[in-house]
T-cell receptor, first 113, second 113 residues
Framework: AQSVAQPEDQVNVAEGNPLTVKCTYSVSGNPYLFWYVQYPNRGLQFLLKYITGDNLVKGSYGFEAEFNKSQTSFHLKKPSALVSDSALYFCAVRDGGTDKLIFGTGTRLQVFP | EAGVAQSPRYKIIEKRQSVAFWCNPISGHATLYWYQQILGQGPKLLIQFQNNGVVDDSQLPKDRFSAERLKGVDSTLKIQPAKLEDSAVYLC???????????FGEGSRLTVL
């Protein structure tokens, strides 16, 4: 069965510093990996995805993520955090053999001025 | 391009009452999902439609929840009778294909008293 884990409930970072939000996954087939962001009282917004190809994926708002097959990880990164990046971030995985998209429990990112 | 539309945005009901949520996906998106997001948790898939057929409803509490997607476009999710633990945000999403990202609506927040 497919699953995804976000080991940190919250990540705190100072504005201007790099940030990393961690995600590991488990699937039986080829993984399709996604990151979403959720602002208060809003739906989820797509940030980026990995389907195949280059392991480093670039997405919206300066975010990027690195697919690591050996470590079954897909960590979200940004070189320089902004206060406006403060939100709830969800990693999601879809087993390439199905259409089912499973979400992690979410990581709250807090960027301090 | 219009996004995923959901209504109502907010609903407060007493336990044992019924409620219905409506979703209109992005035009042309064959796959539609309903997720339940309880406060502090990641979205949990309730049901997935491909056109007007059900692909996965393994986590739908069928004794009280029902969903339909007539004509393969709009969808409704119904809860009858509601329980206190059904208090959550109900998110509707659609996608064009299995490699594509999901597009989410703003969600319908249900409070059961």
């Amino acid at each position: 069965a497919q699953s995804v884990a976000q080991p940190e409930d919250q990540v705190n970072v100072a504005e201007g510093n790099p940030l990393t939000v961690k995600c590991t996954y488990s699937v039986s087939g080829n993984p399709y990996l996604f990151w979403y962001v959720q602002y208060p009282n809003r739906g989820l917004q797509f940030l980026l995805k990995y389907i195949t190809g280059d392991n480093l994926v670039k997405g919206s708002y300066g975010f990027e993520a690195e697919f690591n097959k050996s470590q079954t990880s897909f960590h979200l990164k940004k070189p320089s955090a902004l206060v406006s990046d403060s939100a709830l971030y969800f990693c999601a995985v879809r087993d390439g053999g199905t259409d089912k998209l499973i979400f992690g429990t979410g990581t709250r990112l807090q960027v301090f001025p | 391009e219009a996004g995923v539309a959901q209504s109502p945005r907010y609903k407060i009901i007493e336990k044992r009452q019924s409620v219905a949520f409506w979703c209109n996906p992005i035009s042309g998106h064959a796959t539609l999902y309903w997720y339940q997001q309880i406060l502090g948790q990641g979205p949990k898939l309730l049901i997935q439609f491909q056109n007007n057929g059900v692909v996965d409803d393994s986590q739908l509490p069928k004794d009280r929840f029902s969903a339909e997607r007539l004509k393969g476009v709009d969808s409704t999710l119904k809860i009858q009778p509601a329980k206190l633990e059904d208090s959550a945000v109900y998110l509707c999403a659609s996608t064009e294909n299995r490699a594509g990202e999901l597009f989410f609506g703003e969600g319908s927040r249900l409070t059961v008293l």
